[in-house]
């Protein structure tokens, strides 16, 4: 059994939000998810915008899974998913769940399915952990899957807007699950002064106006190498692994894993 597993008993569910579109938020977690599996922990990243699937055209691929079939139940997660780099059974590998791309066919699910998605998610005996790639925006059903995850990961940029609709998400996250604190990550720094900056900036408010305090994850610095692999439909720690912002994820993704920062696990293999 998963060290995850062991701790809580089901898979850990990882909500990554924005609160605004712009944000690199998709980026971040397709990402996210690669190097947590070089990590060695069994992941599922699902597409939970049920409205405006994207996660598989990140990735280059055709399909990003049924999961309208488990919605409905007529599908198991493990059947309903699409393996991405070899999928759980390879190191580096994960499994992709999401709706067709541009199809909107899911986007009055509501909160009712957002509910029973979770409650499927964190049953799978398959994964240590669950990444939900949030829709953008603070709507009732982004918000439901924001509240109903673990733990949650705020993605923000150093445009002004976006402390606006940061402070939103993190606003209305601590009404909906009793105080909770979102975790800050900076995305497109120019360098970590303006990140830090940035996120003491939301952590300000939030103290003043929320009486909490979120943490500080961490930051992704501007890379122009991010911008060619979102073009080419590939993963940052395949084509770039040496990378600024590779580097950068990685770091994160220990941090995320309780592992502390260390030297880059990218495989040019995977």
Request: glycine share 12%; net charge positive; aromatic share 4%.
């Amino acid at each position: 059994m998963s060290s995850l597993q062991s701790d809580y008993g089901f898979a850990r569910l990882t909500a990554v939000g924005s609160g605004k579109g712009g944000t690199g938020k998709t980026f971040v977690t397709v990402t996210l998810a690669h190097a947590l599996a070089h990590l060695g922990e069994k992941v599922l990243l699902c597409d939970a915008d049920l409205g405006l699937s994207n996660t598989a055209l990140h990735l280059g691929l055709d399909s990003g899974g049924d999961i309208a079939g488990v919605l409905a139940g007529k599908t198991p997660v493990d059947k309903a998913v699409v393996p991405v780099f070899g999928g759980v059974k390879q190191r580096g590998g994960f499994d992709l769940l999401g709706a067709p791309a541009g199809s909107g066919a899911l986007a009055n699910a509501g909160e009712m399915g957002a509910s029973q998605l979770l409650t499927t998610l964190r049953f799978s005996a398959h994964y240590d952990r669950v990444l939900l790639d949030l829709g953008a925006g603070v709507d009732a059903m982004v918000m439901r899957f924001a509240s109903g995850a673990d733990e949650n990961i705020l993605v923000m940029t150093p445009d002004p807007a976006a402390l606006t609709d940061a402070y939103a998400f993190a606003k209305l996250l601590a009404h909906r699950a009793a105080g909770r604190k979102p975790s800050i990550l900076v995305n497109m720094a120019a360098g970590e002064n303006e990140a830090r900056r940035t996120a003491d900036a939301l952590i300000g408010v939030s103290q003043n106006f929320l009486k909490l305090e979120p943490e500080y994850l961490g930051s992704i610095p501007r890379d122009a190498h991010v911008l060619t692999a979102v073009r080419r439909q590939m993963s940052l720690l395949t084509l770039y692994p040496q990378s600024l912002a590779a580097r950068a994820i990685e770091n994160i993704a220990r941090k995320i894993s309780g592992r502390g920062e260390a030297k880059s696990v990218s495989a040019k293999s995977a």
